[in-house]
């Protein structure tokens, strides 16, 4: 089992940048892709970006490419999404989530754990 928490979400300009954090606890010595999602109001869970189990190969979806960037912290157990030229499009909660032995898909049903999700809301 894994525990994941994320924090950082916030309300900023358009063109601000955010770094959300997610943290895992319980059984992280076990190898877990971490992977990125969002839910926007009235719209499905989408994909926004992944590292597999193992780090290096990332995955982002297109809408986020050249904006956002992934990264861990194997020894902290926390992964990063960092934000960058936001825009008002991007506003959804976010939530992070921890497939074991993952390759980083952007497919949800890949992540057996989800964190509780973190409010970002980007103004015009």
């Known amino acids: 089992q894994v525990q994941l928490v994320e924090t950082g979400g916030g309300s900023v300009q358009a063109g601000d940048s955010l770094t959300l954090s997610c943290e895992a606890s319980g059984r992280t010595s076990d190898g877990y892709a971490m992977g990125w999602f969002r839910q926007a109001p009235g719209k499905e869970r989408e994909f926004v970006a992944a590292m597999r189990w193992n780090g290096g190969r990332t995955n982002y979806a297109d809408s986020v490419k050249g904006r956002f960037a992934i990264s861990r912290d194997y020894v902290k157990n926390t992964s990063w999404l960092q934000m960058n030229s936001l825009k008002p499009e991007d506003t959804a909660v976010y939530y992070c989530?921890?497939?074991?032995?993952?390759?980083?898909?952007?497919?949800?049903?890949?992540?057996?754990?989800w964190g509780q999700g973190t409010q970002v809301t980007v103004s015009s």
């Open positions: 989530a921890a497939a074991l032995h993952g390759m980083g898909s952007s497919g949800a049903g890949e992540y057996a754990y």
